[in-house]
């Protein structure tokens, strides 16, 4: 019999794959990421077993999810169309490296996954896989299957005796990680409505939250954070910290109708408290210590990198190019931010660096400025000849 490696979450997409793929003749092995989506791991693994799989891979990638994809993208800047902090794309690529090294272990000749056919996820998955390992043949259930909609999975999810958390009721498709939950499907497909409050999890009602501000400290070196409130903490430590403390303030919501790598608009919400927020104090870090043309030009460079994340292209040579770029840049963005959490808001208040370039004596208007005025006159002819 043919092996498959699953990309598995327990959900109801992959919950009805593991049924069909067998329905197929497959040995179904099915593979977990843990990047910080507080899974209940031990119900994951009795679910998957109880469908009949042959094995469950289950891998802690929370701290490799960071360093090698989360702050990579961070330093870039990348956050794709001005909203959207990429936490699902970034897990992607990591999650098909697992894909790849469990499907030569175990001699499969087969991946398959439970993203749909008119996603993201499955272009991020399928190129990945691709470039890692030409040779791996790639099974998309939810492109063959005749089912259409969730209300049919989950009816077939019932004739297979499948136990999954979802209902006609609570139709919302989600996907979370350290760095940030998406949701999307049911009422949030009318893009008219407002977010009902009961999908949030991550981030409390602004108009409910405490009417004190909350103020942070955040440390960088060499664009990565590696402090926060004077306090060194492991990356996991520091993400999940910020999440619990931004969320808390209602900081991190994220309505958003984006375009999708396959032609579509689609309206997503998203929940990323610590990415919104360290994104926030690393640009406010970089606008203090970079020069002016890095700066301007390093916006182009975040830009073109969020879109090659969010179109699947983290293995391709141009995202690894301006990696090298990206670390150049970095190489002087260490410092403080200090920032003010309030009511859903997150605010730069203060900024220090000992690579800063702004100087007071130059900036002043009051006592001490030392900018030379009178080159002001011959600097604006030059400046303006080209228009005269």
Not at 9 to 26: F, M
Request: include cysteine; hydrophobic fraction near 40%.
């Amino acid at each position: 019999m043919k092996k498959v490696i699953l990309a598995y979450s327990g959900g109801l997409d992959t919950s009805c794959c593991v049924a069909w793929l067998k329905q197929q003749d497959l040995d179904v092995i099915t593979y977990t990421a843990d990047l910080g989506g507080e899974q209940d791991f031990a119900h994951l693994k009795k679910n998957a077993k109880s469908c009949g799989v042959s094995k469950v891979y289950i891998q802690d990638l929370k701290a490799k999810f960071l360093t090698e994809f989360v702050f990579p993208a961070l330093r870039a800047g990348a956050i794709y169309e001005g909203k959207y902090p990429l936490a699902t794309a970034l897990g992607r690529p990591l999650i098909a490296e697992g894909l790849v090294e469990v499907a030569h272990r175990e001699r499969a000749e087969y991946i398959a996954h439970g993203s749909t056919g008119k996603g993201n996820d499955q272009v991020r998955l399928e190129v990945s896989v691709g470039a890692l390992d030409k040779n791996l043949k790639t099974i998309a259930p939810l492109r063959e299957w005749h089912l259409k909609t969730r209300a049919e999975e989950i009816e077939y999810a019932n004739s297979q005796d499948i136990k999954v958390a979802v209902s006609k009721k609570s139709p919302y498709s989600v996907d979370m990680n350290l760095w940030g939950r998406s949701i999307e499907c049911g009422v949030l497909e009318d893009p008219t409505l407002e977010p009902p409050e009961e999908i949030f999890q991550l981030t409390k009602n602004p108009l409910k939250c405490a009417n004190k501000p909350t103020y942070i400290w955040i440390d960088f070196a060499q664009g990565i954070p590696i402090k926060l409130n004077g306090k060194s903490f492991s990356a996991v430590a520091l993400v999940a910290k910020l999440n619990k403390l931004a969320g808390a303030c209602g900081v991190g919501r994220i309505d958003l109708v984006e375009n999708r790598l396959v032609g579509i608009k689609s309206r997503e919400i998203y929940e990323a408290p610590a990415a919104v927020v360290l994104h926030l104090a690393h640009q406010e870090l970089e606008r203090l210590v970079l020069d002016k043309e890095t700066t301007q030009f390093k916006r182009i460079v975040a830009e073109k990198y969020a879109q090659l994340v969010y179109n699947g292209l983290w293995h391709s040579p141009l995202k690894r190019a301006l990696d090298k770029f990206v670390e150049k840049t970095q190489k002087k963005v260490s410092g403080q931010i200090r920032l003010k959490l309030y009511k859903g808001s997150c605010v730069c208040v203060g900024r220090k660096s000992p690579h800063s370039l702004y100087k007071k004596e130059l900036a002043t208007y009051e006592a001490g400025d030392q900018f030379d005025r009178s080159a002001a006159e011959g600097f604006i002819k030059i400046w303006g000849l080209p228009y005269k």
